[in-house]
């Protein structure tokens, strides 16, 4: 018993830590600098757009997202060696650009796989454009993409640790994970591009992750948001590419949310919960939603509607699997279901009926939520929906029940975390 609470104090002490890390020191100043959020992205061409939009559509195009597109091919990668497979295939038949931004860009096997086949583009003449996160990609050197410089690509990083100091909103980290290639196919997920998510070969190591491809007028959101980060980071305005064609006949919306439209993806989050009539399923690594996102929840419950949390029985952070404990149980609770992997799932998916599937970066955590710069998919068509669904299905056949008797010093840990759960 010792030992255990001698772990619950270390881990608590680490939380505490690193919420002060992240707490903000720094006054939203701009100091001159261009605004750091979702701007400049184009709207489709209207002959795309849905006409009549769902409840979800029509509250993120009144917050300024693009309304959702119909002509979209949306293809699930649930591997990471498909995806990882995928990415390479395209970055090596690229003719015109390849835009990539990622939160992690790792000095491992896959990123020096992905470096080396991007310098082999630049080459050839491909414009070539990679963006990364300064703490993310903290371990990546200069000498690691020296080669891709000398070639003609262009690299830039989000908030370098050594400006962190003088950056406005310092907290704000680059979350989102996008590749466009021609500005007609865009790649995305929740995977980072390091060998715990993408790999060439199978590994045991390699996490739980849920990554897709798009063509048709939402990937031409994706070049949109990508190009609007770009001119931000690296002070280069990207000229937009002719609109792609139709390439499928998925319904589907590129969401955008960050520093500069705090809670954008959450309220649609919100909206999609009050609509739901039966089933809502979240899929997340980690579980820690601010008061409106658990009330929407809760509401959904106290209606009748069958909602369920899919997690990692333990995830890579040790502070945030304490402090998801008290929501959790709120959930459970008021009925609802808490299903627990074995191994470590890094996917996120939240699935409400046959109405909405959203995809992308965003954690059912307060910092995704409503800090972190994120992109996401929404879903709207039947087939693609059913599609989402029934690979998350795959994943609840292999999990079980969380079975978790707090005793007192394990409430007072949770209540302590709690105290600083909004900072992780």
């Given at each position: 018993m010792a030992s255990r609470r001698r772990i619950l104090l270390l881990a608590l002490t680490a939380a505490c830590l690193g919420a002060l890390a992240a707490t903000p020191l720094w006054f939203d100043c701009h100091c001159g600098l261009p605004p750091a959020g979702p701007r400049g992205i184009d709207p489709p061409a209207p002959s795309a757009v849905v006409p009549d939009p769902t409840p979800v559509d029509r509250l993120l195009r009144s917050?300024?997202?693009?309304?959702?597109?119909?002509?979209?091919?949306?293809?699930?990668?649930?591997?990471?060696?498909?995806?990882?497979?995928?990415?390479?295939?395209?970055?090596?038949?690229?003719?015109?650009?390849?835009?990539?931004?990622?939160?992690?860009?790792?000095?491992?096997?896959?990123?020096?796989?992905?470096?080396?086949?991007?310098?082999?583009r630049a080459r050839s003449g491909v414009r070539v454009r990679l963006l990364f996160d300064g703490i993310g990609s903290w371990r990546l050197a200069e000498g690691d993409y020296a080669a891709l410089a000398s070639a003609g690509g262009?690299?830039?990083?989000?908030?370098?640790?050594?400006?962190?100091?003088?950056?406005?909103?310092?907290?704000?980290?680059?979350?989102?994970?996008i590749a466009v290639i021609d500005g007609e196919w865009?790649?995305?997920?929740?995977?980072?591009?390091?060998?715990?998510?993408?790999?060439?070969q199978a590994s045991p190591q390699r996490w739980t992750e849920l990554a897709f491809e798009v063509?048709?007028?939402?990937?031409?959101?994706?070049?949109?948001?990508?190009?609007?980060?770009?001119?931000?980071?690296?002070?280069?305005?990207?000229?937009?590419?002719?609109?792609?064609?139709?390439?499928?006949?998925?319904?589907?919306?590129?969401?955008?949310?960050?520093?500069?439209a705090p809670g954008r993806l959450r309220d649609a989050l919100i909206e999609?919960?009050?609509?739901?009539?039966?089933?809502?399923?979240?899929?997340?690594?980690?579980?820690?939603?601010?008061?409106?996102?658990?009330?929407?929840?809760?509401?959904?419950?106290?209606?009748?509607?069958?909602?369920?949390?899919?997690?990692?029985?333990?995830?890579?952070h040790v502070a945030l699997d304490l402090a998801r404990r008290k929501y959790l149980r709120r959930i459970e609770s008021a009925g609802g279901r808490v299903l627990l992997l074995p191994t470590m799932l890094h996917a996120k998916a939240t699935i409400v009926d046959d109405s909405v599937a959203v995809i992308g970066s965003t954690n059912m955590d307060r910092?995704?939520?409503?800090?972190?710069?994120?992109?996401?998919?929404?879903?709207?068509?039947?087939?693609?929906?059913a599609e989402?669904?029934?690979?998350?299905?795959?994943?609840?056949?292999?999990?079980?029940?969380?079975?978790?008797?707090?005793?007192?010093?394990?409430?007072?840990?949770?209540?302590?975390?709690?105290?600083?759960?909004?900072?992780l």
């Open positions: 917050r300024g997202t693009p309304g959702a597109t119909r002509g979209n091919r949306i293809a699930l990668l649930t591997s990471g060696e498909t995806a990882y497979r995928r990415l390479i295939e395209r970055i090596r038949s690229a003719a015109r650009t390849i835009y990539i931004s990622t939160y992690i860009l790792e000095p491992d096997a896959t990123g020096h796989e992905v470096l080396l086949a991007l310098t082999e262009r690299v830039a990083v989000y908030k370098p640790i050594a400006r962190l100091a003088v950056e406005p909103e310092a907290a704000v980290r680059y979350h989102r994970k865009a790649f995305s997920g929740g995977g980072n591009l390091a060998s715990e998510y993408l790999g060439q063509e048709g007028p939402a990937a031409a959101d994706y070049d949109a948001i990508f190009r609007a980060d770009w001119a931000s980071a690296a002070r280069e305005t990207l000229a937009p590419p002719a609109p792609p064609p139709a390439a499928g006949d998925a319904v589907a919306q590129v969401v955008a949310s960050g520093p500069r999609a919960a009050a609509g739901a009539r039966s089933r809502l399923l979240v899929v997340t690594p980690y579980f820690v939603p601010d008061g409106p996102m658990t009330d929407a929840l809760l509401g959904a419950l106290k209606r009748g509607v069958e909602v369920s949390v899919l997690m990692p029985a333990h995830s890579d910092r995704s939520l409503l800090i972190n710069k994120e992109a996401d998919l929404l879903i709207y068509s039947g087939p693609q929906i989402v669904r029934a690979w998350a299905e795959g994943l609840l056949a292999q999990a079980k029940p969380r079975r978790v008797r707090p005793g007192l010093f394990d409430l007072l840990v949770e209540e302590l975390v709690h105290l600083v759960s909004s900072h």
